[in-house]
């Protein structure tokens, strides 16, 4: 039973635009909440977090918002660039464990 | 940030035999954290190493299979014993750094891509 779910495999977005990934979970417990990124051959980077007291985190072009009741986590990147083309992976937190979601494949057109 | 070195950075192994994977890493960690993914598929932790204790095994992962040691707070191993095709994954190790209650992130290793023949 997959706690953390990505359901979009991949995403297309033209360069400039808004590039949104969302990701939900199944448990009320998990108060962290995190987006990674990964480029091939790389370990996955840490991206922008947020912690279950707030509904939105900024940073830069990253901006990640939080709805708790919806049990949803969505990651917006404004503008899109083509280096932002990766795999986005949500994770999230109740204790020191980190639970993966499966990962978004973004493209972004140039 | 930690800096995380994994090696060997892939390997092509026979099936029945093992491969012992090492993560070092740059500054003195308390937990380390070992990783698989697996074609297609999430990070899944396979366990928890902290150093002077036994490795904390997730669900579906045992210590005969995947044997972990923790010399020091800047080192680990991970080997995959009696290795199957289905072992086929890329390993990444891990590390905490924890500043706060809800401040903190896991640094990973640029991972060790296996293919089991």
């Known amino acids: 039973d997959q706690q953390v779910k990505q359901n979009s495999p991949s995403l297309s977005v033209q360069e400039g635009r808004i590039s949104i990934l969302n990701c939900d979970y199944t448990?009320?417990?998990?108060?962290?909440f995190l987006w990674y990124k990964k480029y091939p051959a790389e370990g996955p980077t840490f991206l922008i977090s947020i912690s279950s007291i707030k509904d939105k985190n900024e940073d830069g072009r990253f901006t990640v918002f939080l709805n708790k009741s919806a049990k949803h986590l969505s990651l917006h990147i404004v503008p899109s660039q083509p280096g932002d083309s990766a795999v986005y992976f949500c994770?999230?937190?109740?204790?020191?464990?980190?639970?993966f979601g499966t990962g978004t494949r973004l493209k972004v057109l140039a | 940030s930690a800096v995380i070195s994994q090696k060997p950075s892939r390997d092509i192994c026979q099936r029945g035999t093992s491969l012992t994977i090492q993560c070092q890493v740059d500054s003195q960690v308390t937990m380390m954290f070992w990783y698989r993914q697996q074609p297609g598929q999430s990070l899944t932790l396979i366990a928890t190493a902290n150093q002077g204790s036994e490795a904390t095994y997730e669900s579906g992962f045992v210590i005969d299979k995947f044997p972990i040691s923790r010399p020091n707070l800047t080192f680990s191993t991970l080997t995959v014993s009696n290795m199957s095709p289905e072992d086929s994954s890329i390993y990444l190790c891990s590390v905490e750094e924890r500043r706060g209650p809800f401040d903190n992130e896991q640094f990973f290793g640029p991972g060790t891509r296996l293919t089991v023949l």
């Open positions: 448990n009320s417990m998990f108060d962290y």
């Open positions: 994770a999230v937190s109740g204790t020191y464990k980190y639970i």
